[in-house]
């Protein structure tokens, strides 16, 4: 991968290799990245997806956003841009520029491990219960639960209607977290992810 990317800025291979480290060690199956630039980060981690065997990657950058080389080349050169799903910023119209996004950082990535099967089924059917209380049933989808260290991560996604604000979307998806960490207090991260119908 770094052969695939040198010389293209913003990331050093070092860097990168961190990046990978963590998709690999933490399995997701959604990756959002926020702020493309070249996609030299895209491509680490697209690259770490699809060692996993797994995963999709959605990277976003800010309307007009033209970099030399074009994310496409450098993603297309490295061999992953079948892992990447490139929006920007189309389907949120009230946002017209990413400057910054802050995410709680460990100084090594925690392992995550699968859960055994009858322990997340029994967790997911809990999740769906509240879910069906607090935003209503049918609309949660794409569980996934992971035991680290620090207790278990939860993430799922959540549809609401086409024409729900943005904000009441967010509102819904907080307030699910809440009563889903006040439900079941082994889980140590919640992650609802609102998605339109």
């Given at each position: ?7 293209v ?12 480290d ?10 959002l ?9 895209a491509?680490y981690?697209a690259?770490?997806?699809a060692d ?6 959605t ?10 080389p ?9 061999g992953?841009a079948d892992?990447?799903e ?5 389907e ?6 990413i400057?910054?996004h802050?995410?709680e950082?460990?100084a ?13 089924e029994?967790?997911?059917?809990r ?7 607090v ?6 989808h ?6 680290t260290p620090a ?14 604000a ?11 977290e ?6 079941i ?13």
């Open positions: 991968m770094a052969a695939a990317v040198a010389g800025p913003f990331m050093s291979p070092e860097q990168g290799r961190v990046v990978y963590h998709v690999r060690s933490a399995r997701p199956v959604e990756v990245e926020l702020g493309t630039a070249h996609g030299v980060g491509a981690m690259a770490a997806l996993n065997g797994a995963g999709r990657l990277t976003v950058d800010f309307a007009g956003a033209a970099y030399d074009a994310p496409e080349q450098v993603l297309a050169r490295a992953v892992r990447v490139r929006r920007i910023l189309r949120v119209p009230e946002v017209s520029r400057d910054i802050l995410e950082a460990d090594e990535p925690a392992p995550a491990e699968e859960l055994p099967p009858e322990l997340r029994r967790i997911e059917r999740v769906v219960e509240v879910a069906s209380r935003v209503g049933d049918g609309r949660l794409d569980l996934l639960l992971r035991r207790g278990l991560y939860l993430s799922c996604h959540c549809f609401f209607p086409a024409e729900t943005l904000s009441e979307a967010h509102a819904a998806t907080d307030r699910l809440h009563a889903l960490r006040d439900a207090p082994e889980l140590h991260r919640v992650a609802v992810h609102a998605e339109p119908e």
